[in-house]
């Protein structure tokens, strides 16, 4: 166990260094090679900024967009949206007055995000096993399914290391070119997002794979050149493959056989479990917040309950050595928490959560993270705050995005 000293505060260059210095044994490139992303900045200003400066209007016909750059429509506030410091229900009301189309479309994409935490509270690890159906299997394997002689693949692939954030429209490149093309293990992928993305969160990113290579619904997503040609019209001109393009036509790829649906999926018989308190919970008197990943932001339930309190993270040690994140990632963080620092207690730790949290009177934010409830189970959490649910869970099928959005309160439903 190692208590952290305080992270630098609006200086880049210290807080790679912080990190590279604290975390840097568990880090994908090094202690040497630490970065931090040059898209994005981590914290609650950034993150508010982020929110206000959206340009929502074109998004419904300019999401999927990829080059130019200028052209594209995405909102880029994911990192902070699964960071807890832009809530989904805040964001959905803070885009109330977007023209209707474009606010409707916006709205899908908090709906599918909110779908993604519901299926991971329900179906926890059996996320990363098939849903409905086995992946494609390709009778010609590649090696490298990402080869970086293609434009569209090294374009994709810069993005994806250096800036950690792709447009979804890229992910699904991406995906489908590992899995559908490829032939590779779409798990392995998934694992390269992971360490990657900024956003990167098992719910979305494993949900997110399953339904581009059709593990979620049976009809798997083929990419090929006229995607490329679609969405970033010149890059195939540049590319040495021009003449001799590998993904011409599309894959002749078909779902594999259906498997059996984990139970949770189909019904849920405890939505009250699956969705924690809804109101606060406990019998005790914490002396700290215990912060995670998920709950960094100022409107964090349990930081707004409890303002006088320190908070306390802890870098989980063992488990960042076995993800081996990249260095942006834990720069994302580190600026994050150092500024949250900036505006009440904050302690800082490595090592194991269990034992550096113990004998420590919790209070915390519920988290639909099976991780996060197996931890909380084994430590003294005496005040438990309700998870902000853009829409509570049902006890429904969520088997698809469909089945499950009719089962939502009417305000939810429509988006627009």
């Not at 993270?313 to 993800?323: S, T």
Request: proline share 8%; glycine share 10%; charged share 25%.
């Amino acid at each position: 166990m190692s208590v952290l000293p305080a992270v630098p505060v609006d200086d880049r260059p210290a807080v790679e260094a912080w990190v590279a210095e604290h975390l840097g044994d568990v880090v994908l490139e090094g202690p040497e090679g630490v970065r931090g992303s040059p898209a994005f900045t981590g914290g609650q200003a950034a993150a508010d900024a982020a929110l206000r400066d959206a340009d929502l209007r074109g998004y419904a016909s300019r999401r999927s967009e990829v080059l130019p750059v200028e052209r594209r429509g995405a909102s880029r506030l994911s990192p902070y949206i699964r960071h807890g410091l832009l809530p989904l229900p805040h964001v959905w009301d803070e885009v109330a007055s977007v023209p209707a189309r474009d606010r409707g479309k916006f709205r899908d994409e908090l709906l599918w995000q909110e779908y993604a935490r519901h299926v991971y509270a329900r179906v926890g690890g059996g996320l990363g096993r098939p849903l409905r159906h086995v992946p494609p299997t390709s009778s010609n394997t590649w090696p490298e399914p990402w080869v970086r002689t293609m434009a569209c693949m090294a374009l994709t692939t810069d993005e994806l290391r250096g800036d950690g954030w792709l447009v979804n429209q890229t992910r699904m490149w991406l995906s489908s070119q590992w899995t559908v093309r490829g032939g590779r293990d779409w798990r392995e992928g998934e694992d390269r997002f992971f360490r990657h993305l900024l956003d990167g969160s098992r719910a979305a990113n494993r949900l997110g794979w399953q339904w581009t290579v059709g593990a979620g619904t049976g009809r798997p997503y083929g990419f090929a050149r006229w995607q490329v040609e679609k969405r970033a019209p010149g890059l195939c001109g540049r590319c040495a493959l021009r003449d001799r393009c590998p993904i011409q036509e599309f894959p002749d790829a078909s779902s594999g056989p259906s498997v059996e649906s984990p139970e949770s999926l189909r019904t849920d018989p405890d939505p009250h479990r699956t969705g924690g308190p809804t109101t606060v919970d406990g019998d005790g008197t914490p002396e700290a917040v215990w912060l995670t990943a998920e709950s960094l932001g100022s409107r964090d339930p349990a930081l707004q309950g409890r303002p006088d309190l320190p908070a306390v993270f802890v870098f989980d040690h063992a488990r960042l050595a076995g993800w081996r994140l990249s260095g942006k990632r834990l720069v994302f963080l580190a600026e994050t928490l150092g500024e949250l620092a900036g505006r009440r207690d904050v302690e800082l730790h490595v090592g194991d959560p269990a034992e550096v949290l113990a004998g420590r009177r919790l209070a915390a934010t519920w988290t639909p993270v099976p991780g996060w409830r197996r931890l909380a189970d084994r430590l003294d959490v005496v005040e438990r705050h309700p998870w902000p649910w853009l829409a509570r869970p049902h006890g429904r099928s969520a088997k698809s995005f469909s089945a499950w959005r009719k089962a939502l309160p009417a305000d939810r439903q429509r988006g627009a």
